[in-house]
């Protein structure tokens, strides 16, 4: 599986700078470096992955080294495009990630002192640079700060951050975009009718939109969606694409929407068990719920402009309705909680409870104003939210475990509380809270 998946992503690499997707802002330039002789000795390409700074990496080696670049685009026939398509010595590619000590470096070091071997320059491509180590690092910069005159170097990073500043101000930098859904959508229909297979619109723009702008993962998605369907010669359609991924139909998320919004704990609850029961990865739920609150946000803001907004045709009216019923600061102060939940469950050891505990948080937290909330209130809804839990038929080790986080969440927000404006009694308030789970039959462990 992972062969044939490499074999299309492979396949379908740009090979020039002009069928690189979505950066022309960075072709563009590079084109323009290569026509008039500008080229520079050191690049940094920062970008998320799959957005093809490896590839235009290699483009980029490629057209400096060709011997009749065509409007700055590597020819592909010349002695010299031949030589590094077959594999060249004067031509490196290192992953920071596996040599990223300071001999690996100074190796290197020692290699561009001598002339390239058969091209015009020696380039080195420096991937996943924000890896290397210190000392690595600052072998590094002793070449860029005195680069040979036959030497370029091709860093490139998803983590500028990482990358010291004496380094990045050395290099030329450029950032790439992430690939816009419409060229993905694009280049899946392109991709798929190549291989003789048939895919709807629809299921093109989900894998688009699943890939979230990384043109390799969205081409992977692609080739388990052939496998699944080649048997059959059937067409790859939205349901084949969702099963391909393990990804929940948008169904189950405006099931979590609506009992989010009537505030039925037990329901919501309830389908994300299901969920989990069918191996639904969690985190991918999570960036689902963002994804749609997100949509009704932009339906909210621009309610024109629906480019924005990613939904599915079937989807259209559900949106419309549902946005109705929302206004903005509400939609706001879910996607801050999402956000939040969504930072934490890669850390999580239990994934369906912080999903659970984020669709709790949504129901009591998402519905009242930041500041100044009236905690009789709050405690009205807490309660009826605890009952809520142990009538929705989870068996009792569940219902422990969401008692007892739920004392946490309950116990942060009555610190907020008190950040906000002091009150003596928020811990007794507490102390009640837990005795009212006491009662309900839920066991809380406390500090
Ligand atoms: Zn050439």
Known sequence: ????????????????????????????????????????????????????????????????????????????????????????????????????????????????????????????????????????????????????????????????????????????????????????????????????TAITDDAAELIARLSDGGMRDALSLLETCISHVSENNDEITGKIVREAAGVAGSEHVFGISEAVQSKNTAAALKIINVLHEQSKEMSRLLGELIQHYRNLMLLKLMPDETDLVSWLPEEVDDYGRLSAKLDLTQILQYLNILEEYYERISRSKDKRLTVELCVIQLITDGQRPVVGRQSAEAEEEMTAV????????????????????????????NNKAVSHAPEPSVNKKLEEKINQMKQLGIEVRQK
């Open 1 to 196: 599986m992972i062969f044939i998946y490499l074999a299309l992503y492979r396949k379908y690499r740009p090979e020039a700078f002009k069928d690189v997707f979505s950066q022309e802002h960075i072709t563009r330039t590079l084109q323009n470096q290569i026509k008039n002789n500008q080229t520079v000795h050191a690049y940094l390409f920062t970008g998320s992955r799959g957005t093809g700074k490896t590839t235009c990496a290699r483009i980029l080696a490629k057209a400096l080294n060709c011997l009749s670049p065509e409007d700055g685009n590597p020819c592909l026939k010349c002695d010299a495009c031949k030589l590094i398509e077959e594999g060249v010595q004067d031509i490196s590619e290192i992953d920071a990630a596996s040599n990223n000590g300071v001999d690996d470096v100074r190796l290197l070091r020692e290699e561009t002192r001598y002339a390239p071997l058969a091209l015009k320059y020696r380039v080195y491509i420096i991937d996943e640079v924000h890896m290397l180590s210190a000392g690595a690092f600052n072998a590094l910069l002793k070449t860029l700060e005195e680069p040979p005159a036959h030497v370029v170097f091709i860093l490139a990073t998803t983590e500028n951050h990482k990358v010291p500043a004496t380094i990045l101000s050395r290099c030329q930098r450029f950032e790439f975009k992430r690939v816009k859904l419409t060229d993905c959508t694009l280049a899946l229909k392109n991709a798929a009718k190549t291989e003789n």
């Open 386 to 413: 605890t009952r809520n839990i142990t009538e929705g038929g989870l068996p009792p080790p569940r219902q422990e475990a969401l008692a007892e986080a739920l004392a946490v969440v309950n116990r942060l927000e």
